[in-house]
């Protein structure tokens, strides 16, 4: 699948039970845009989660960490409205021995990526958050 909003490859995968609550819709799965971090639905994922570190080094090499890192960052464009999920997903990554706001830095400094989204300032928002 090819993302709808750029047209660069996507990397799908099943979203494990524990976060199913924190997304929109009731697909099981999301695929992921490996160019603009658009998080879009995805009916049949595979089981197995990608190796995020695909998209950019600067996302967790720890599954555990990766995983509710890339679904924070999908739904920061509507922080507004997913501001309680994104809180538990800040949790989440952080207690699987991440740091997300440095993460979202070094996402928002990555040259490969073209991403929508002012990182820089969701990063100083999520900061009132924590």
Same mark, same amino acid.
């Given at each position: 699948?090819? /993302?709808?909003? /750029?047209?660069?490859?996507?990397?799908?995968?099943?979203?494990?039970? &524990?976060?199913?609550?924190?997304?929109?819709?009731?697909?099981?799965?999301?695929?992921?845009?490996?160019? /603009?971090?658009?998080?879009?639905?995805?009916?049949e994922?595979?089981?197995?989660?990608?190796?995020? &570190?695909?998209?950019?080094?600067?996302?967790?090499?720890?599954?555990?960490?990766?995983?509710?890192?890339?679904?924070?960052?999908?739904?920061?464009?509507?922080?507004?409205?997913?501001?309680?999920?994104?809180?538990?997903?800040?949790?989440?990554?952080?207690?699987?021995?991440?740091?997300?706001?440095?993460?979202?830095?070094?996402?928002?400094?990555?040259? &490969?990526?073209?991403?929508?989204?002012?990182?820089?300032?969701r990063?100083? &928002?999520?900061?009132?958050?924590?």
């Amino acid at each position: 699948m090819d /993302c709808p909003d /750029c047209g660069s490859e996507t990397l799908a995968f099943a979203v494990p039970e &524990q976060y199913r609550d924190s997304l929109p819709g009731t697909e099981i799965g999301v695929a992921l845009c490996t160019h /603009c971090l658009a998080m879009h639905p995805a009916a049949e994922p595979p089981q197995e989660p990608p190796d995020f &570190q695909q998209i950019s080094d600067a996302l967790p090499s720890n599954r555990e960490a990766a995983l509710p890192m890339v679904l924070l960052v999908g739904l920061l464009p509507n922080l507004a409205l997913y501001r309680a999920e994104i809180s538990d997903l800040l949790g989440a990554v952080e207690r699987a021995g991440a740091d997300p706001l440095l993460v979202l830095d070094r996402l928002a400094h990555d040259p &490969q990526l073209d991403i929508e989204t002012d990182l820089a300032g969701r990063r100083r &928002q999520l900061e009132q958050l924590i």
